[in-house]
């Protein structure tokens, strides 16, 4: 089975840049979430999708950040502009509506805001 | 979802057991306790859950007493490989439920 596909994999951009991720989920998995880890701490949700709807996305920094999973497949995360404290790794999971112990992970985005 | 208490860090030599503590006093009724393991520069990914007693598969047990207010993850004979992150969560195990981390515990083993 694929894994949690994610790209770039590594990106550095200035403040006040807009940056965009792409995930692309297991096939067939219907929930999808986007987590922000910053170094030393534990992943925070962001938002999180089933299928192309937003079933909870309270954590998400709608000033600056959106997100959207067209056709309840791949999704983007865009950040526009970007801030210093925006640095961190964007990491996507895919669950197929299974509880806690379904999800998979992709390896993330590392990004870094000069 | 129940809050979790675990050691910041822990460190460990090959060969030795590993027993990582979670504390949830506030764990529901329906909820289900469930740890991820993440190495640098990877997402988190499922070890091993369980609701009550004990549960073991190929990587690790998971030990549960009967007021399920703690659970003890156990790493067997541990090696370099294992040095990781461990996060244990806590909450109900329906469809759609997220996953909220903690800080988790950095399990550093040496040679």
């Known amino acids: 089975e694929a894994g949690v596909a994610q790209s770039p994999r590594y990106k550095i951009i200035e403040k006040r840049q807009s940056v965009a991720f792409w995930c692309n989920p297991i096939s067939g998995h219907a929930t999808l979430y986007w987590y922000q880890q910053i170094l030393g701490q534990g992943p925070k949700l962001l938002i999180q999708f089933q299928n192309n709807g937003v079933v909870d996305d309270s954590q998400l920094p709608k000033d600056r950040f959106s997100a959207e999973r067209l056709k309840g497949v791949d999704s983007t995360l865009k950040i526009q502009p970007a801030k210093l404290e925006d640095s961190a790794v964007y990491l996507c999971?895919?669950?197929?509506?299974?509880?806690?112990?379904?999800?998979?992970f992709g390896s993330g985005t590392r990004l870094t805001v000069v | 979802l129940a809050k979790t208490t675990q050691p910041i860090s822990m460190d460990s030599y090959e060969g030795q057991e590993v027993n990582i503590t979670c504390s949830h006093n506030?764990?529901?009724?329906?909820?289900?306790i469930t740890w991820y393991q993440q190495f640098p520069s990877q997402g988190p990914r499922f070890i091993i859950q369980g609701y009550k007693t004990k549960v073991t598969n190929e990587v690790a047990s998971l030990f549960i007493p009967a007021d399920r207010k703690s659970s003890t993850l156990s790493l067997p004979r541990v090696s370099l490989s294992d040095t990781a992150v461990y996060y244990c969560l806590v909450g109900d195990n329906q469809a759609g439920t997220a996953l909220i981390f903690g800080k988790g515990t950095t399990l550093s083993v040496s040679s």
């Open positions: 999971a895919s669950s197929p509506w299974d509880g806690l112990k379904g999800y998979t």
């Open positions: 506030n764990i529901a009724t329906n909820d289900y």
